[in-house]
């Protein structure tokens, strides 16, 4: 069974970078299937895509967010991470990784979740 | 960007009856249309793909139509495990972009 959890820090503050990692078992994060992506949602409201990666290190990025995002893998750990700079209070979401079908689409595999407040 | 308008923003209904919930895009998108459940709490799990093919493990009360601008998801007989937000997403054109949610509530 394959598991997402998201990982890092819950309190960020204004300016600085949220970064977070998503482990993955029960499956290989080298598999030519998928991508790899961050989704968040602010407390309330809808869901919005951030961006993804593909194993090869093969990026796509919203462009509303793209000026201050980064997403990397690691392929020897199985994970992937997301970097966002310049953070204020509306970046303040839960943050799911989650496993996006290469061929079929939809987003299969979910991580619980997780709360980032940008706070001073 | 293409986006995704959902209705109606809240369905009340009771156990038994039949929910009808429509994503309509702002382009066509052909067939490219994911539908999501979300419960309190939770992330969101994956119903429909491809606009009409349920994910493995989805019951067949669920079944989702369409293609081009206009989709449907369908619960034929809600369960009370069903009373949830539904979120339609679509993969055509980048970015990736999700409707804004219809919550289904019980009456």
């Known amino acids: 069974q394959v598991q997402l959890q998201e990982s890092g820090p819950g309190l960020v503050k204004p300016s600085q970078t949220l970064s977070l990692t998503c482990t993955v078992s029960?499956?290989?994060?080298?598999?030519?299937?998928?991508?790899w992506s961050w989704i968040r949602q602010p407390a309330g409201k809808g869901l919005e895509w951030i961006g993804r990666?593909?194993?090869?290190?093969?990026?796509n990025y919203n462009p509303s967010l793209k000026s201050r995002v980064t997403i990397s893998v690691d392929t020897s750990k199985n994970q992937f991470s997301l970097k966002l700079s310049s953070v204020t209070a509306a970046d303040t979401a839960v943050y799911y990784c989650?496993?996006?079908?290469?061929?079929?689409?939809?987003?299969?595999?979910w991580g619980q979740g997780t709360l980032v407040t940008v706070s001073s | 960007e293409i986006v995704l308008t959902q209705s109606p923003a809240t369905l009340s209904l009771s156990p038994g009856e039949r929910a009808t919930l429509s994503c309509r895009a702002s382009?066509?998108?052909?067939?490219?249309l994911t539908w999501y459940q979300q419960k309190l709490g939770q992330a969101p799990r994956l119903l429909i793909y491809?606009?009409?093919n349920r994910a493995t493990g989805i019951p067949a009360r669920f079944s989702g139509s369409g293609s081009g601008t206009d989709f449907t998801l369908s619960i034929s007989s809600l369960e009370p495990e069903d009373f949830a937000v539904y979120y339609c997403?679509?993969?055509?054109?980048?970015?990736?972009?999700f409707g804004g949610g219809t919550k289904v509530e019980i009456k």
């Open positions: 491809d606009a009409s």
């Open positions: 029960g499956g290989s994060i080298r598999s030519g299937s998928y991508y």
């Open positions: 997403q679509q993969r055509s054109n980048w970015p990736l972009t």
């Open positions: 990666i593909y194993t090869s290190g093969t990026t």
């Open positions: 989650a496993r996006d079908r290469l061929i079929v689409g939809g987003f299969d595999y």
């Open positions: 382009q066509s998108i052909s067939s490219s």
